[in-house]
């Protein structure tokens, strides 16, 4: 098919009509997915009591995403007065607040590890 053809017919997973992405769509998405020069991960090991994760501000509009590493070897409980959300290795928990420090965690062992994945605001 030759570069300026434009494309026609396209369908989804269920064969029902869609638009086709454009190029500035495809440029749109690409962007979304790229990660931010303002992006910070920080492992972090909750202790076995109740532990307030570190200051890390999160960005206007933008999500902050707490992972348990899959090697952990029991769950991280996490929340915001009270850690009761579990989290085994692997899972994910994905909340829109203004800074990681408003979550606390607990883990039953001190070798587990939780990720903390955000982009920050502009100028830190």
Not at 38 to 52: C, F, I, L, N, S
Not at 84 to 106: E, F, Q, Y
């Amino acid at each position: 098919m030759p570069l300026d053809s434009e494309v026609s017919g396209v369908v989804d997973s269920e064969g029902e009509p869609a638009s086709a992405a454009t190029n500035e769509e495809q440029r749109r998405q690409s962007a979304a997915l790229t990660n931010a020069a303002t992006g910070k991960a920080t492992v972090h090991q909750p202790g076995t009591g109740e532990d307030r994760l570190p200051d890390q501000p999160v960005a206007a509009g933008k999500e902050l995403v707490l992972l348990a590493d899959p090697d952990n070897e029991r769950p991280i409980l996490v929340g915001f007065e009270s850690a009761t959300v579990p989290l085994a290795g692997g899972d994910s928990l994905t909340l829109r607040l203004k800074n990681a420090n408003a979550i606390v965690a607990v883990a039953e062992n001190n070798t587990d590890t939780l990720h903390i994945i955000g982009e920050q605001p502009e100028g830190i």
